[in-house]
T-cell receptor, first 116, second 110 residues
């Protein structure tokens, strides 16, 4: 299957620890998005890349959060000094730039973070 | 106030019913309108998209957009138990981020 792959699927960590999530997009897709979703809420936009360039970051993305997409392929989202409020599902999505306007985002199954 | 407001539900209907799911929005720049379906502990999957105002039909699903009222709807005809999921509306002004509603959870009872 060549869908969007996210790892790990679930991470439990203690407050103050750093965590990193990885996203492997659909191979021919040049746009990659990160969203965060909490229970009962819709996905909230965090950031997106076109190839290796990070084009937009939400103000939700504090300086404890950093995302990279080296070489325009996979992406990582790192959260430093985790807080309990960071507990959420972190969703990655990818798209082709030509179809981004149509909203055709292909989501992975998410990485669930639990901060104790 | 959120840019996108979605009828919260939950919604429970008998099999075969017609379901109406609705969202309102405040940002006049939105011109791309999407509906996603999300099963428990899974990522959202795109069901339908519409550009600007109008209707779009795909099988049992019909999406409607009324930009003058800033109101969008998704209708599901002949609902099936397999349609039980959370439905998310999403909107975009241009290529880039989409803004999502908080979802409506639908249960279709056999």
């Amino acid at each position: 299957d060549t869908g969007v792959s996210q790892n790990p699927r679930h991470k439990i960590t203690k407050r103050g620890q750093n965590v990193t999530f990885r996203c492997d997009p659909i191979s021919e897709h040049n746009r990659l998005y990160w969203y965060r979703q909490t229970l009962g809420q819709g996905p909230e936009f965090l950031t997106y890349f076109q190839n290796e360039a990070q084009l937009e970051k939400s103000r939700l993305l504090s300086d404890r959060f950093s995302a990279e997409r080296p070489k325009g392929s996979f992406s990582t989202l790192e959260i430093q000094r985790t807080e309990q409020g960071d507990s959420a599902m972190y969703l990655c999505a990818s798209s082709l730039v030509l179809s981004a306007n149509t909203g055709e985002l292909f989501f992975g199954e998410g990485s669930r973070l639990t901060v104790l | 106030q959120k840019e996108v407001e979605q009828d919260p539900g939950p919604l429970s209907v008998p099999e075969g019913a017609i379901v109406s799911l609705n969202c309102t929005y405040s940002n006049s720049a939105f011109q791309y309108f999407m509906w996603y379906r999300q099963y428990s502990r899974k990522g959202p999957e795109l069901l339908m998209y519409t550009y600007s105002s109008g209707n779009k039909e795909d099988g049992r699903f019909t999406a409607q957009v009324d930009k003058s009222s800033k109101y969008i709807s998704l209708f599901i005809r002949d609902s099936q138990p397999s349609d039980s999921a959370t439905y998310l509306c999403a909107m975009s002004a241009n290529a880039g981020k989409s803004t999502f509603g908080d979802g409506t959870t639908l249960t279709v009872k056999p």
